[in-house]
């Protein structure tokens, strides 16, 4: 199983940023998809997760109102909209996703590599 994020890069303050991320492999079943974070010297947080069904979502508090995450089961793929960056969001970003593989193995997580997100003027 593998996850691979795209859409990292350089934005100014204020500006708006696209990330997607691709399951691929052998996965029976995908649940529950977000994105974590790792900004430079903190530990890692959660920023956004979404349920199977994309009903239910949930957001990091500083990041409420300003991100949204959806996801397309049929690709297999999660994304994260984020709109009005600071140099504060500046860090790597990883996806991740609980899945299960086959009937014989539990639920397990699985993350990206992460990409970078710069926010600088």
């Known amino acids: 199983v593998q996850l691979v994020e795209s859409g990292g890069g350089l934005v100014q303050p204020g500006g708006s940023l696209s990330l997607s991320c691709v399951a691929s492999g052998s996965i029976l079943d995908l649940n529950t998809m977000g994105w974590d974070r790792q900004l430079p010297g903190k530990q890692r947080e959660v920023v956004a997760m979404v349920t199977r069904e994309g009903d239910t979502t949930y957001y990091g508090d500083v990041v409420k109102g300003r991100f949204t995450i959806s996801r397309d089961n049929a690709k297999k793929m999660v994304f994260l909209q984020m709109n009005n960056l600071s140099p504060e969001d500046a860090g790597v970003y990883f996806c991740?996703?609980?899945?299960?593989?086959?009937?014989?193995?539990?639920?397990?997580?699985?993350w990206g590599q992460g990409t970078q997100v710069t926010v600088s003027s």
């Open positions: 991740h996703a609980q899945l299960r593989e086959s009937w014989y193995k539990g639920v397990q997580d699985y």
